[in-house]
């Protein structure tokens, strides 16, 4: 049953990606979009993204308070067999209990891993947080885990996104983001901010953006609008075609 049915607020979710690798810029983040897109398409709102380095403290800290204002908290990273690898404490000491080996995880580990393979670092993969469940994954034996409202998953890729198809289907949701794009071509903004910001003041549960990007022709503007009503958004999204006609030079 959706929001809409039940009168029950959609849900809402952050991102912590975790590792000073992306803080560098060594790494490039890309979960961050890959999960926004997913969860837009099943209806969940990503208000927040943090990015905070393989320091304890720091994400005991944003996981406190991430947790706190969201129906869910995603992270990613730090859940190798590295001695940087330290998500997994980090949550255990946000939450107040301690770190276990998961048989579970173990048996997962030992389907990839021989039994000399899977050595003291490797079997950090399989430490949990007390009480969180598991989060399997088709890319790697390695599982991330879901404890309350927190969803712990890899770095890499590959790996998260298959994390994301796991618990994806167990997580509330509701009628979908459904977007418009439309090209106002090289109208400058400053020639319709305020006709856009009067459509937007009109169209509550629309949201609307406007998005300059560059090519060779110059700069060429984008109007972006977003909402969970169709009919809303069919409305919004006439004002702001007719609009740029009458701006159209």
């Not at 029950?8 to 975790?18: D, F, G, K, N, Y």
């Not at 999960?35 to 927040?48: S, T």
């Not at 947080?129 to 034996?141: C, D, E, F, Q």
Request: glycine residues 8%.
């Amino acid at each position: 049953m959706t929001e809409a049915a039940t009168g029950e607020a959609p849900a809402t979710a952050a991102v912590l990606i975790i590792g000073d690798e992306i803080l560098s810029g060594r790494t490039q983040d890309v979960n961050t979009r890959y999960i926004a897109n997913y969860l837009a398409q099943i209806g969940v709102d990503l208000r927040e993204a943090r990015v905070v380095p393989d320091n304890e403290a720091e994400i005991v800290a944003a996981l406190n308070a991430l947790r706190a204002r969201h129906s869910y908290v995603f992270t990613t990273g730090g859940i190798g067999p590295t001695h940087d690898d330290i998500t997994a404490d980090a949550v255990a000491k946000a939450f107040g209990v301690e770190v276990v080996e998961d048989p579970d995880a173990i048996a997962l580990l030992s389907e990839r891993f021989t039994e000399q393979e899977l050595n003291s670092a490797r079997r950090r993969m399989a430490r949990v947080p007390k009480g969180a469940a598991l989060v399997r994954n088709a890319a790697s034996k390695a599982p991330g885990f879901w404890i309350d409202n927190v969803i712990v998953m890899a770095g890499v890729p590959v790996i998260m996104q298959s994390m994301m198809d796991t618990v994806g289907p167990l997580l509330r949701s509701g009628p979908p983001i459904q977007v418009e794009t439309i090209e106002a071509g090289a109208i400058p903004e400053g020639t319709y901010a305020l006709k856009l910001e009067a459509i937007a003041l009109a169209h509550e549960g629309v949201s609307i953006g406007s998005y300059p990007r560059f090519s060779s022709a110059g700069i060429r503007n984008q109007i972006v609008l977003r909402s969970r009503d169709a009919a809303s958004l069919d409305l919004a999204t006439r004002a702001v075609r007719a609009m740029l006609v009458e701006l159209a030079p």
